[in-house]
């Protein structure tokens, strides 16, 4: 029997994976890349935020063991540095002026001595220069097969409490390194793409007698007011097309969803409870997900948009207030501490509605508020940790996050 | 006073003059060489949303509107915040007591004005669960307020969420204290 057990032992240890080996297997099995940079452009400063920012992006886009040692090299020759020679990939550039505003960019992949990939950009204002480089990044990323990554492009939109009822709203990229102040003055929340391309958002106006949703059309800046409502006014959610909305209004003090049909203007009441019903997001055509009160504590749930099915989504945790859907799957946010005398901590969770996997996203500090990139690849979220406010991103099939601080001001909602 | 009052209408036209903003050139107008692709396309328009709570006092109503102004906020200092418990909208018998003395209050000298609860939250989470925790608060003092006398359409409701706090440590007697429905008097 001795015998016996330690061969069994024996067996178990052989073939038994060590999840440690495993990952730093991985991550040593990434094909390096470095970079070289062979710009032209007289402005020191601006070529090396661009090298930052470009090296930063390689990084993000996780199929690199990327060297963030700056190399100069001329772009001209498809030699690389002596001390590339052994490096799979090396990426030059070259950053030159144009004969007017902004700059121009040639790139090359380089392997083995042979040009592989070759790109030009073009840019008519400076100070966006990051949007370059996150275009680049997700460029190789597509040429490399790597899996979508398109949110790396977006602009984000966030509004920003200055000071008690005083915000801003701001369009920023993914990193916040570019930030513009779009809507200045009074009390602005929750602001929201109106389309796939950007070119619109919505907020809520709380200057005027009752909350007020509007729309801005970035192209022409021309603001329009759509609809109000006593009490409570936000757009929750906008569809793929952009042709409808799921609101939370509170026309008599009571908080429910409405769907809204933006080229007809009208309004259907989707949720009937008398507590509290907010936060819709689509989920598919048909259905949605919300947060409602009406198990006596904030929980996520969803609905037929058209019908009065209503399921339980999440079965864990006793204050999950806010939420977000992309094809089977659910990110919540859930209280980790139910104290009213202590901090509170708030994480994010997945979950799939299809099976019983649940994942804890993050470990600490006050996380909320997350969306998911269209494509499904990633999360963004608010984390506000010892008094610091900052914008997070999950990459959740690489199981990475990364977090851009404010420089102040306090992160309210946000949109990418 | 009166010099206080053209201060006050020099500095708003002032600040009215400056307000205006028109929109930058888009980027679009930028012509794109034949092998370059034009990576930002979005325009930098700049939208200024006025700030509506700017007033404007004409010369001849500037004493009766002081006058108003000042009763208004004398009036809103008797009327006490109704404070809530954590993750509650309910109110409890010593805040019930503060309403009805608030009521008393905006049944009599204060019956000519509009009464605009604002509801809060401590400053867990500045999600719409949050702004709609507020706005249950208010709610719930506005049913109150109805039950004591107070006529339904003189009452309107906002809800601030976690953004108008009255304090910023992180304590649990400021939290308990951003837990609160405010009133304010409008004309």
């Given amino acids: ?416 | 006073m009166k010099k206080v009052i053209i201060s006050s209408v020099a500095v708003a036209l002032l600040l009215l003059t400056g307000c205006s903003d028109s929109p930058s050139p888009s980027d679009s107008s930028i012509n794109q060489s034949k092998n370059a692709s034009l990576v930002e396309n979005v325009s930098d328009d700049s939208v200024s949303v006025i700030d509506d709570s700017v007033n404007i006092i004409a010369e001849n109503d500037n004493v009766i509107a002081d006058s108003s102004e000042m009763n208004m906020a004398s009036l809103e200092k008797k009327m006490s915040s109704i404070h809530f418990a954590f993750d509650e909208y309910s109110i409890d018998s010593q805040m019930q007591s503060k309403i009805s003395q608030s009521a008393k209050i905006l049944n009599s000298v204060a019956n000519r004005f509009i009464i605009k609860l604002e509801g809060n939250c401590d400053e867990w989470g500045s999600d719409e669960y949050n702004f709609a925790l507020g706005l249950k608060r208010a709610d719930a003092v506005k049913k109150a307020l109805i039950a004591e006398g107070v006529k339904t359409n003189r009452i309107t409701m906002v809800s601030y969420g976690e953004s108008n706090p009255t304090c910023s440590d992180k304590s649990q007697d400021c939290w308990a204290k951003n837990r609160r429905v405010d009133f304010k008097l409008l004309p």
């Fill in chain 1, 1 to 416: 029997m001795k015998i016996l057990i330690s061969i069994l032992m024996t067996i178990t240890f052989i073939f038994a994976s060590d999840a440690t080996i495993e990952v730093i297997k991985k991550i040593d099995s990434l094909p390096s890349i470095a970079v070289e940079d062979g710009s032209t452009h007289k402005d020191e400063t601006l070529k090396m935020k661009f090298f930052k920012s470009l090296v930063a992006d390689l990084n993000v886009i996780s199929l690199f063991n990327v060297d963030r040692r700056k190399f100069n090299n001329d772009f001209d020759t498809n030699e690389v540095d002596v001390e590339n020679k052994n490096i799979n990939y090396v990426l030059k550039y070259n950053l030159s002026e144009n004969n007017g505003p902004g700059f121009s960019v040639e790139m090359k992949i380089i392997k083995n001595n042979e040009v592989i990939l070759r790109k030009n950009y073009k840019i008519s204002n400076h100070k966006k220069y990051m949007f370059v480089a996150h275009t680049i990044a997700y460029e190789v990323n597509n040429f490399m097969g790597g899996p979508s990554i398109e949110w790396i492009k977006r602009k984000v939109i966030f509004s920003r409490v200055v000071a008690p009822l005083k915000s801003e709203i701001v369009i920023a990229d993914y990193t916040l390194s570019y930030q513009h102040v779009v809507v200045k003055g009074g009390f602005n929340l929750f602001p929201k793409w109106s389309s796939q391309k950007q070119n619109g958002f919505y907020y809520t106006s709380l200057n005027e007698t009752k909350p007020t949703l509007k729309h801005v059309d970035t192209r022409s800046a021309k603001i329009t007011s759509l609809i109000s409502s006593e009490g409570m006014m936000t757009c929750s959610d906008v569809n793929a097309n952009g042709t409808k909305l799921l609101l939370t209004m509170a026309p008599k003090g009571q908080p429910d969803i409405y769907l809204y049909d933006v080229k007809t203007k009208k309004v259907k009441r989707v949720t009937k409870y008398k507590g509290i019903d907010v936060s819709g997001q689509f989920m598919g055509n048909d259905r949605i997900v919300f947060v409602s009160n009406r198990l006596g504590y904030p929980n996520i749930f969803s609905k037929g948009l058209y019908t009065n099915d209503i399921e339980q989504m999440v079965y864990y945790g006793k204050s999950n207030a806010s939420c977000t859907a992309n094809g089977e799957y659910i990110v919540y946010k859930a209280r980790e501490s139910s104290n009213a005398f202590s901090r509170n901590t708030f994480n994010l969770h997945i979950i799939s509605t299809k099976t019983d996997f649940i994942r804890r996203l993050t470990a600490s500090g006050v996380n909320e508020f997350p969306r998911f990139s269209n494509d499904g690849d990633a999360v963004i979220f608010i984390k506000n940790y010892k008094n610091q406010s900052s914008i997070g991103i999950i990459r959740l099939n690489h199981n990475k996050n990364y977090l851009f601080p404010l420089k102040y001001g306090k992160v309210q909602a946000m949109d990418w």
